[in-house]
């Protein structure tokens, strides 16, 4: 799934409870604020399509199906998807609910559910998800730029972003310094850098090390 931005009016949620009465009571509630929902049967309808359905937020009871909630976690965050998450539970365990935080989801709310708190969860979810939508944004295009650099200029960005200078970074490169000015000019225009610093920003959101060759990464 691509990220992509979701009206104020439309913001879309993904209701997860194999609980019919319990899920249809969730879609009601958000439905009366204007929220789109989709109400899904079960958590393997859900996993089978969750990488191709519209962003949004994921209001789930987990723990109620026997479901790895950790690897659904994980998952939910992956760049691919990254919605964020809500659980609704009639759970009481306090050590589920206190690791599913951990692992980022927003709230855990008990059963029945609570129209202020979910309103509020629902409130985070929306803003975690414009930020996530910024963050793949971003990705993209640094993706795009870098994709265009060839092997040795990637090899001389990666040298850059190790702080090393011209002369060492072509003494591992074995090549001359004159030519790893050359690719560093080119590096420069391609990113459309004006500053070096802007060029390794670039490197680093993309996390461009540890990238091509051996030589490298030998002292």
């Not at 990488?51 to 965050?77: K, T």
């Not at 659980?87 to 599913?100: E, S």
């Not at 050359?182 to 390794?200: T, Y």
């Amino acid at each position: 799934m691509r990220l992509h931005e979701a009206a104020a009016d439309s913001f879309c949620v993904h209701v997860v409870d194999e609980d019919a009465t319990a899920s249809r009571h969730v879609g009601d509630t958000l439905t009366r604020q204007s929220f789109v929902v989709h109400s899904w049967p079960s958590f393997a309808a859900f996993g089978e399509r969750c990488d191709a359905v519209p962003a949004g937020c994921v209001v789930m009871d987990p723990f109620a199906s026997g479901i790895d909630v950790a690897v659904l976690q994980e998952r939910l965050a992956s760049p691919g998807i990254g919605m964020p998450s809500v659980i609704v539970t009639a759970c009481t365990d306090l050590d589920k609910a206190v690791a599913a935080m951990r692992r980022g989801a927003i709230d855990v709310i008990p059963k029945p559910v609570g129209e202020p708190r979910l309103y509020e969860a629902m409130g985070v979810a929306r803003h975690r998800l414009k930020q996530a939508q910024r963050r793949a944004a971003t990705m993209r295009r640094v993706q795009a730029a870098l994709d265009i650099l060839s092997v040795r200029e990637r090899e001389v960005l990666e040298g850059l972003t190790r702080g090393w200078s011209n002369k060492e970074i072509a003494r591992r490169l074995a090549i001359s310094a004159r030519t790893v000015e050359i690719h560093r000019a080119n590096v420069m225009e391609k990113l459309d850098a004006q500053s070096l610093s802007q060029a390794l920003r670039i490197a680093f959101i993309a996390q461009v090390c540890s990238m091509v060759n051996p030589a490298l990464h030998v002292d």
